[in-house]
């Protein structure tokens, strides 16, 4: 049986200007460089994981500080695996997991036949959406939740129906569950997607959706059928079979581990993935085994001290989950529960091995659980000195920080294209940036004249020179504004055709940005840019600028 993980997120006006600011450009060279000799007289710790270390980084590598970290006080880091350790291909994985979808619904939920004809555009949904289960609606926001772009099904919504539909109440809405739901992970995306083609299929054939169900029905048949895919083992036995058409190879995996354990931090890994699929996806990212090549064995435990499989998160992070830990022997996969020492095969394992009495003792797995276990078996003793990576804002972040006090890393594997486009934009930015002063300036005159023509008291002669005046600013302005207007559109639709720009919504940072700024410590486009930098970095965020500052001081 498979489980993988899911969460939410967003930032700051320092998020885009940091990317423009900072003087490390897209081409950068980068040299081979030693550790120099620790400050406090420790000795030289040899050739850091990455050759690219202590040079101008890449933008696209570098990680991002919202809350300064001194990696000198982190005794423990842990990571996630998928999405974070292990990078799906969305062409293939989640085009496969849109099939299977696709197919229980037909099958098992009495859909029409029809929908197996349809396809998936994977670039079509990107994360910090939200769906509107009523209306058949997809939304993208900003940081003060104020709907920017709408959708309903794959029909963009006009101004006029937005504000109606979101703008013209007298109580704000949260955009929460259970009448909203959020594509805070890339797991999400496709069944995003297969929503949003089922609310054009009911508008156009409302008699072929089965019992008449209305969008949120839809909805709920929607997650009822990607739970199937993943309770009957569909996507794990496909990409099991062959992880090199479903996962992304990085040869830097190892080499960070090794860098963190060298370097005297404790690693450890927490995925909710059961054991049988956490150990074929670790054996490709960290021996490149697959099944039908070398057989797969236990040899990338020794990168870490604990593993936690079936963890059940976000509930792992309560201190007060009371969840039974079972210690998982590797070679049989049996598990031993830890309070009776009583010995259970995992589910689905009709043949079960006793656990061998000679297996040499390392790293130790286990399966549920929660975090007062791992405390304990790591002997961790304040929470700050955990540092934990992961991919989803509310199942690896949230928790982890606002619950714990954890310190966090968010993967944003959409991170690397979009600081690449901001550097290559970053001239149509500053167009847009004069183009709204300008804007603001004309209008500012133009309401002045309209003031003195009203409550000025002037002459019939000033009056016919104030009014052919304010005609012309008015002309000026709709000049600028349709100027403003395009070339926005056009920068915006070079990041996404559709939704444009990942962190931002207009001028605003956008839901998914702000969450970020929440509860990401650091964020960065690959858990292995950690491998970049120093095991003993100071992490510093940039500097925060209100309004009024903004213009003095960002220059």
């Known amino acids: ?118 396809s998936f555009d994977w670039k079509y949904m990107v994360r910090g959406l939200v769906l509107d289960k009523k209306r058949g609606n997809i939304l993208k926001m900003d940081r003060h939740k104020y709907v920017k772009v709408a959708y309903h099904g794959f029909s963009v919504m006009s101004k006029e129906d937005k504000i109606t539909t979101y703008g013209n109440t007298l109580l704000r809405e949260a955009f929460d569950e259970p009448d909203y739901a959020l594509i805070d992970t890339l797991f999400s995306l496709a069944e995003a997607y297969l929503f949003a083609q089922l609310v054009d299929f009911k508008d156009s054939n409302p008699g072929k959706v089965p019992n008449n169900a209305d969008y949120s029905r839809m909805y709920k048949d929607v997650r009822a059928a990607v739970d199937l895919c993943h309770r009957d083992g569909t996507l794990k036995q496909m990409v099991a079979k062959d992880p090199k058409k479903y996962i992304n190879e990085d040869p830097s995996i190892v080499p960070m581990f090794k860098m963190l354990r060298d370097s005297g931090r404790a690693t450890f890994l927490v995925t909710n993935s059961l054991w049988d699929y956490t150990n074929v996806v670790m054996n490709f990212l960290c021996c490149g085994r697959t099944l039908d090549g070398s057989p797969c064995n236990h040899d990338w435990l020794e990168n870490f001290d604990v593993v936690i499989t079936g963890s059940s998160k976000p509930s792992f992070f309560h201190e007060d989950n009371r969840a039974n830990l079972f210690e998982v022997e590797p070679e049989s996969g049996m598990l031993l529960n830890t309070d009776n020492g009583t010995p259970y095969p995992q589910m689905g394992n009709t043949s079960p091995i006793l656990p061998s009495k000679g297996l040499k003792k390392g790293c130790r797995v286990f399966q549920g659980g929660s975090v007062g276990h791992l405390h304990k078996l790591l002997s961790i003793e304040s929470s700050s000195q955990v540092l934990y990576v992961g991919d989803h804002i509310y199942g690896d972040i949230l928790r982890s920080k606002k619950v714990l006090g954890w310190r966090t890393m968010l993967v944003v594997p959409e991170l690397e294209r979009e600081v690449e486009l901001l550097w290559e934009y970053r001239d149509t930015r500053k167009e847009l940036r004069l183009l709204r002063k300008e804007r603001d300036l004309i209008e500012d005159k133009i309401h002045h004249l309209q003031w003195s023509l009203k409550f000025g008291g002037v002459n019939p002669e000033e009056k016919l020179k104030f009014s052919s005046k304010l005609k012309e600013l008015e002309s000026q302005r709709e000049e600028v504004r349709l100027h403003h207007q395009q070339t926005q559109r056009n920068c915006h639709q070079k990041f996404h055709k559709v939704w444009g720009q990942l962190m931002k919504t207009g001028y605003q940072n956008s839901r998914f940005a702000h969450q970020v700024e929440r509860f990401a410590c650091l964020y960065t486009s690959q858990v292995t840019n950690l491998s970049l930098y120093s095991p003993d970095k100071y992490y510093r965020p940039s500097e925060d600028f209100m309004p009024h500052e903004f213009d003095i001081l960002a220059i």
Request: hydrophobic share 35%.
């Open 1 to 118: 049986m498979l489980q993988m993980s899911d969460g939410r997120m967003e930032g700051s006006n320092q998020l885009a200007a940091s990317y423009i600011m900072d003087g490390a450009g897209i081409d950068d060279k980068t040299s081979q460089f030693r550790h120099d000799v620790r400050s406090d007289g420790g000795l030289d710790q040899g050739i850091w994981s990455s050759s690219e270390g202590a040079s101008k980084i890449d933008m696209r590598k570098q990680i991002f500080c919202n809350r300064s970290l001194n990696m000198k006080n982190i005794v423990a880091v842990g990571f996630d695996m998928d999405y974070t350790l292990a990078q799906y291909m969305p062409e293939t994985f989640e085009s496969l997991a849109y099939n299977g979808t696709i197919k229980k619904l037909v099958y098992d939920l009495g859909y029409p036949p029809e929908l197996l004809d349809w």
